[in-house]
């Protein structure tokens, strides 16, 4: 080797290795060994992978978190019209055709519940309340322990029930201790939206919250997902600020505001994350 701007020689070097054949196939075959060595396909291949593992590791705290859905001109005009808040129609939206075979507890249902007409189910319902009125299968405060054995279900049902639990840590992980593993767990809570007593209303967590609940209670973040219920910024101010005459004129309004600011490319879902009205959280045990 030499150092820069050596030029004569460099080329007394090349006239050398010109004549030289040895020295020639010797240069080469070094050259082809340092070439196998720099890039041996399964050095390679080590290094890309752990390109990969250390941008998963960036990436964990969000890894479960789901963007919310666009807004689309049928969205708008079906959510829009809908008897429900915003929220619960979001909500329904989410639920509309899950698959439930097997056993399956809904925690804070009741005899019936006209969710059911969304669901698709294939086996057995059972509800736990503590308001025998709803005439649940079980009776019992989710406050405490449930007299239920470990793995007994296939699916666990909460929807719009653990704001009201005070306890709403315990009613989790005695929801997961009566799945089966490989069940199949959907919860539906309320975030940015207003305190509804059933008697009482008591938390509302965010998704960062929710995703360290789920994986202290052993959920796995790949089988996870916490979705933001959300349509858009103007909507979700909109659930503080109802007016009971003009309700439904002022709904359609500010969807119809978030989504034209979506059309246009103000602004986009991953925007909204933080202005959910509520969570979808489902996942596997």
Same mark, same amino acid.
């Not at 196998?36 to 396909?41: A, I, L, M, Q, T």
């Given at each position: 080797m030499?150092?820069? %701007?050596?030029?004569?020689? /460099?080329?007394?070097?090349?006239? +050398?290795?010109l004549k030289d054949r040895q020295l020639r196939e010797t240069m080469g075959e070094k050259?082809? +060994?340092?070439?196998?060595?720099?890039? !041996? =396909?399964? $050095?390679?291949t080590r290094?890309? /992978?752990s390109l990969l593992?250390? +941008?998963?590791?960036?990436?964990k705290? #969000? *890894?479960?978190?789901? =963007? &919310?859905?666009? &807004?689309?001109? !049928?969205?708008?005009?079906?959510? #829009?019209? #809908?008897?429900?808040? *915003? *929220?619960?129609? *979001?909500?329904?939206?989410?639920?509309? %055709? @899950?698959?439930?075979?097997?056993?399956t507890l809904d925690v804070g249902g009741g005899q019936y519940n006209t969710y059911y007409d969304l669901l698709n189910i294939d086996g057995d319902i059972e509800s736990v309340n503590i308001d025998e009125k709803y005439k649940p299968t079980i009776i019992a405060d989710l406050n405490n322990?449930?007299?239920v054995s470990s793995e007994t279900y296939d699916n666990v049902l909460c929807f719009n029930t653990l704001e009201h639990i005070y306890k709403d840590s315990l009613a989790v992980k005695e929801m997961l201790r009566i799945l089966k593993s490989g069940g199949t767990f959907y919860i539906t809570v309320p975030f940015l939206f207003k305190i509804h007593g059933? =008697?009482?209303d008591y938390h509302r967590h965010t998704h960062s919250w929710w995703q360290a609940l789920m994986t202290d209670c052993g959920i796995?973040?790949? $089988?996870?997902? @916490?979705?933001?219920?959300?349509?858009g910024t103007c909507s979700s101010a909109y659930s503080f600020t109802r007016f009971p005459r003009l309700q439904s004129i002022q709904k359609k309004c500010v969807m119809l505001i978030d989504w034209m600011l979506y059309k246009c490319g103000i602004a986009k879902p991953s925007d909204y994350m933080n202005n959910a009205l509520g969570y979808f959280i489902y996942g596997t045990k």
């Open positions: 030499h150092e820069w %701007g050596e030029i004569d020689r /460099m080329a007394a070097s090349i006239v +050398a290795l050259g082809c +060994a340092s070439v196998r060595e720099r890039f !041996d =396909p399964t $050095n390679l290094q890309f /992978m593992l250390d +941008a998963a590791k960036k990436r705290a #969000s *890894l479960c978190i789901a =963007p &919310p859905k666009a &807004p689309t001109i !049928d969205r708008l005009m079906h959510l #829009s019209s #809908s008897a429900f808040s *915003l *929220l619960r129609a *979001l909500q329904y939206e989410q639920i509309k %055709g @899950i698959k439930l075979s097997g056993k322990p449930l007299s059933s =008697p009482h796995k973040e790949y $089988n996870l997902v @916490i979705k933001p219920l959300v349509w």
